[in-house]
C-alpha cells in the first residue's frame, strides 16, 4: 500500500489538523472524497490499514452526525474517548447508559452538537432511536464490522440483517460498510443484504508483511506457548486463542504459574469481570489476554506483538481477522498456532454432529478444509493466505520471489515426502478393523495396531491377529499421527459420530488401488525462532527505527510520562499517542511546539494538551 501525496481541500486539512497526519494511505482518499460527495461505499481493509479514518474525516465535513453502527458495545465508550482526545465531539447510545446519560446525548445530537454517534446495531432496529434520527441532520451511515452480516460467517449478528432499512427510510445519507475479512463470496453477501450492490467498492491488499506466520506441530502446547514468550517476547503484550472456556481457564493460569502476567476472558465469565479484564489488556503494558474468539473484534491496541493459537481456528477467515490484531502499529509481531491431529479429529467430528442441516455442514466442511490447506501447506503461507481472499501475491512480495520471506515455510523450508505407503497401510488398518471386526476406532488404536503394541485393548479385541500388525514400525507414533492428521486434512480419511472413529472416503480406495501418490509434509527441526531473510516490498510494514542509546532512553521517558498521563484521564496509553509516535519524538527531538506539530500523529487538539508536557518530559533528566 502506497502512501498518497499530500492533497488539499477539507479532506486534507482535517487529517492534518484533527489526527496529526500529512497524507493519506493507499485508497482512503478516493474512499473519503467519494463519501463526502455522497456515494456509497463498500471497503475492505486488513486491520490496521486506516479503515476507521474513511468515515471519521467525511463524518467532520459533511454537515451533520456520522452514524457509526457498531456491534462492539464494550467498546463504544473507548472509542468515544479516543475520539474527544483529538478534539472530535463523540458520543453512543447502548444498553450500559442510564437514562439521564442517554437522554443527554438524545438531545446533542439533535441540537446538532455531535460529530460522531455510536449506534448498536439492535438499538438501530428500535422505533424510538429510528424517530430520534429524523429529529437530527445524518452527515452518513457508517457500519463497522459488515461482515457480521454474513450468515455463514464466524462473527454473524442477526440485527445485522435489518440494516438495509438505512437506505430505505433515509435514501439521501451515503453509506460505507467495512470489513477486515472477507472472501469474495462473503463480499457478494455483504452487498446483497446491506443494499448497497451499487456502491463503489475498494479492496485493499491483505497483505500483512510484519506478521510472520508460524505453525508448529502439537506437542506440548502450553509448554511450547511458555517457551515462544519466554525467548521471543518477554513482557509483550499478546492475545492467546483457545477453543473452549476451560482451556483458557487452565492456560491463563498455567501462564501466570510460570511468572506470565495473563488474564482470562470467554463468555462464560460475568460481564463485570469480563470488562475489568478488557480493560486492564487496554490500559497496561505487557499483559497477555488468553480468550475464546469472544475477546478481539474492535481492539484497537496497536502494539500487540504476537497472537497465539492453542486450537485449530474453524475457518481461514476467522485466522486471519484474529492474527490481524497483532503489530496494528507495523512493528514486526508474531502470528503463531500449534496444530496436531486431535485438532482435525474434533473439529471433524463437531461439524458431523452440528445441529444444522446438509448446507451448513458442507460449508462448515469447506471452511475447515481450507483452513487444513493452510496447515499442511509447504509453500509459502502468506501467498496461500493471499490466494484464499483472492489476491495475488506477487503484487505483495519482492519482484522474482514466489515467497514473503518472513513465514515458518519460506524461512525454513519443509520436506515433503512420499507417504503413499504409509498411507496403504493406515487406510488397510481402518478397512479390516470394518470389515473383518465390524469395528471402528479413533486414531490411536490404528496407530498402536501399525506399531505392534501388545496395549490391553489390542490384547481384548484381539488386533495383534489382523495382518496389519506391527507393519508400521518404520515410523514413529508422532510420524503415524502426522499421516493420520494428513490423511483427513486431504479427505482420504473422514471423522464419524461422537466418540471421533476413523472411515475411508470415496477417495480412499484410489490410494489403497495405487492409483493416486500421495505427498505429506514433513516438518523442519527448529532449534531456534526463525528470523526472516529479506523484507516485503510493501510499504505496509513500518520497521521500528533505530534509536541510538540516547534517543532510546527518551522514550523510555516519554513512555513513562504517557503512563502516567492515561492513568490521569482514565483513557489506553495508546489513545495518547502511538509508540510509533513516541519513538519519531525520541528521534527528532522537537525543541518547540511548532517543531513537534509536524511529528505524525500529533493534532492540532493533542498538540495543545500534551504539548508543552512531551517538551518538559524531553529536556527533563
Known amino acids: ?85 483529538l478534539g472530535v465531539k463523540a458520543g453512543f447510545l447502548n444498553s450500559t447508559q442510564d437514562v439521564s446519560e442517554r437522554r443527554r446525548t438524545e438531545q446533542q445530537f439533535v441540537a446538532g452538537e455531535l460529530d460522531m454517534l455510536y449506534v448498536a446495531p439492535e438499538g438501530l432496529g428500535v422505533p424510538s432511536t429510528q424517530r430520534l ?26 440485527d445485522y440483517l435489518n440494516l438495509s432499512m438505512l437506505h430505505e427510510r433515509w435514501p439521501d445519507v451515503p ?144 485466522y486471519y481477522q484474529e492474527t490481524g490484531r497483532a503489530g496494528r502499529d507495523g512493528q514486526p509481531s508474531t502470528a503463531w498456532l500449534a496444530y496436531g491431529l486431535q485438532d482435525v479429529v474434533q473439529q471433524r467430528k463437531m461439524i458431523e454432529t452440528s445441529d444444522g442441516d446438509f ?35 506477487s503484487t505483495a512480495f519482492v519482484p522474482g520471489e514466489t515467497g514473503c520471506g518472513n513465514c515458518d515455510t519460506c524461512i525454513t523450508p519443509p520436506e515433503s515426502w512420499d507417504g503413499t505407503v504409509a498411507a496403504q497401510k493406515l487406510l488397510s488398518t481402518v478397512l479390516r478393523l470394518q470389515r473383518e471386526r465390524g469395528q471402528k476406532f479413533g486414531a490411536g488404536q490404528s496407530i498402536d495396531i501399525l506399531l505392534g503394541k501388545t496395549t490391553e485393548k489390542i490384547t481384548q479385541f484381539r488386533h495383534h491377529e489382523l495382518s496389519v500388525f506391527g507393519i508400521g514400525s518404520d515410523l514413529r507414533e508422532q510420524d503415524w499421527r502426522g499421516v493420520v492428521r494428513q490423511l483427513l ?48 516490498n510493501s510499504s505496509t510494514a513500518a520497521p521500528a527505527p533505530d534509536l541510538d542509546p540516547a534517543a532510546t532512553a527518551l522514550f523510555e521517558r516519554l513512555r513513562a510520562w504517557r503512563a502516567a498521563a492515561a492513568k490521569e484521564t482514565g483513557v489506553p496509553a495508546y489513545v495518547i499517542f502511538h509508540d510509533a509516535t513516541l519513538r519519531q519524538i525520541a528521534s527528532t527531538k522537537p525543541g518547540s511546539l511548532a517543531e513537534l506539530s509536524t511529528i505524525s500523529g500529533v493534532g492540532e487538539n493533542k498538540l495543545a494538551k500534551y504539548g508543552q508536557q512531551v517538551l518538559e518530559a524531553l529536556t527533563t533528566d
Open 489 to 536: 486434512a486431504q479427505g482420504l480419511l473422514a471423522v464419524e459420530g461422537e466418540y471421533g472413529t476413523l472411515a475411508l472416503t470415496d477417495a480412499s480406495s484410489t490410494v489403497l488401488r495405487r492409483e493416486r501418490q500421495v505427498m505429506m509434509r514433513r516438518e523442519p527441526e527448529r532449534t531456534k525462532a526463525p528470523r526472516a531473510r529479506r523484507a516485503s
Open 1 to 85: 500500500m502506497t502512501s498518497a501525496p499530500p492533497l488539499s481541500g477539507p479532506a486534507s486539512e482535517v487529517l492534518n489538523r484533527v489526527f496529526g497526519y500529512s497524507a493519506f494511505r493507499g485508497e482512503q482518499q478516493e474512499i473519503i472524497e467519494h463519501l463526502i460527495d455522497g456515494g456509497d461505499a463498500l471497503v475492505l481493509m486488513p486491520t490496521g490499514g486506516g479503515k476507521s479514518l474513511c468515515y471519521q474525516i467525511p463524518s467532520l465535513v459533511r454537515e451533520g452526525t456520522g452514524i457509526v453502527i457498531s456491534p462492539l458495545i464494550a467498546l463504544m465508550q473507548d472509542q468515544v474517548d479516543a475520539l474527544r482526545q
Open 359 to 393: 448446507a451448513h455442514r458442507r460449508n462448515l466442511a469447506a471452511h475447515l478444509e481450507a483452513m487444513l490447506a493452510l496447515c499442511e501447506t509447504v509453500q509459502c503461507r502468506r501467498a496461500q493466505l493471499l490466494a484464499y481472499f483472492g489476491q495475488d501475491s
Open 175 to 318: 453509506r460505507i460498510a467495512l470489513t477486515a475479512t472477507a472472501t469474495s463470496a462473503t463480499r457478494e453477501e455483504i452487498a446483497t443484504r446491506l443494499d448497497l450492490v451499487g456502491a463503489r467498492h475498494y479492496t485493499a491488499s491483505f497483505d500483512r508483511p510484519n506478521i510472520q506466520y508460524r505453525i508448529v506441530g502439537k506437542q506440548e502446547p502450553k509448554r511450547q506457548l511458555l517457551d515462544l514468550l519466554r525467548t521471543e517476547h518477554p513482557g509483550d503484550a499478546g492475545i492467546v486463542y483457545c477453543l473452549s472456556r476451560a482451556s483458557v481457564e487452565k492456560t491463563a493460569e498455567f501462564l501466570v504459574q510460570n511468572g506470565i502476567a495473563a488474564l482470562p476472558y470467554h463468555a462464560g465469565l460475568d460481564s463485570g469481570t469480563r470488562a475489568r479484564n478488557q480493560s486492564r489488556f487496554l490500559r497496561e503494558d505487557g499483559l497477555v489476554m488468553v480468550a475464546t474468539i469472544a475477546f478481539g473484534m474492535g481492539i484497537d491496541k496497536p502494539d500487540v506483538r504476537f497472537v497465539a493459537h492453542l486450537d485449530l481456528p474453524k475457518s481461514v477467515e476467522g
Open 133 to 158: 434520527l429524523d429529529q437530527g441532520k445524518i452527515a452518513l451511515f457508517a457500519i463497522d464490522e459488515a461482515h457480521c452480516v454474513s450468515q455463514w460467517g464466524h462473527d454473524f449478528r442477526p
